[in-house]
Each structure stands twice: as structure tokens, then as C-alpha cells.
């Protein structure tokens, strides 16, 4: 529902501009703004009654892995072979 707000907004505004056009004047928008407010109003309270059955929640991340201890800096890698 909350990614509606914003469409629902833009798609008001143009109704109201085009009625504005189209009836000649009598739909101003200065007069019919409360209508943009109702909308937003009747988005937010659809969010908030709206199902949250089937939603999944967010999933924390994983745990990192431990930490491998720094090697002997005295051993080498091929230790006493070959001597």
C-alpha cells in the first residue's frame, strides 16, 4: 500500500488539473486541494488496516565466520623438511 502513495498523489493532481481545464475554471485548484489531502489520508489508513498475512519478514544477515588465528611467525611453510 505505501508504494500507492505517491502514484495515487501524481494521478489526483492530474484529475484535479484536468477538471480544472475541462469545466472551465470551476474546478480550481485552490479550492479542491483538501480533495489531495483526503487521498493521502485514505492510503495511510488503507496501510494501516491492510494484511499482514503472507508477508515475509525481513531476514537478519548471517553471522560472519570466526576468525583464523595468525600463524607462527617463526614457523615456515615447509617447516624442517629437507634440511
Known amino acids: 500500500m505505501r ?3 505517491g ?3 501524481v494521478i489526483t ?3 484535479l488539473f484536468l477538471l480544472h481545464q475541462v469545466h472551465g475554471g470551476h474546478f480550481y485548484f485552490g479550492n479542491t486541494w ?6 493521502i489520508g485514505l492510503l495511510q489508513l488503507a496501510s494501516a488496516l491492510a494484511s499482514r498475512e503472507g508477508h515475509v519478514e ?3 544477515p548471517p553471522a ?3 576468525a583464523v588465528p595468525p600463524a607462527d611467525p617463526q614457523q615456515t611453510p615447509y617447516g624442517t623438511q629437507g634440511h
Open 13 to 15: 493532481i492530474g484529475l
Open 3 to 5: 508504494s500507492l502513495t
Open 64 to 66: 560472519p565466520p570466526p
Open 34 to 39: 483538501p480533495i489531495l489531502l483526503l487521498v
Open 7 to 9: 502514484p495515487a498523489i
Open 58 to 60: 525481513p531476514v537478519p
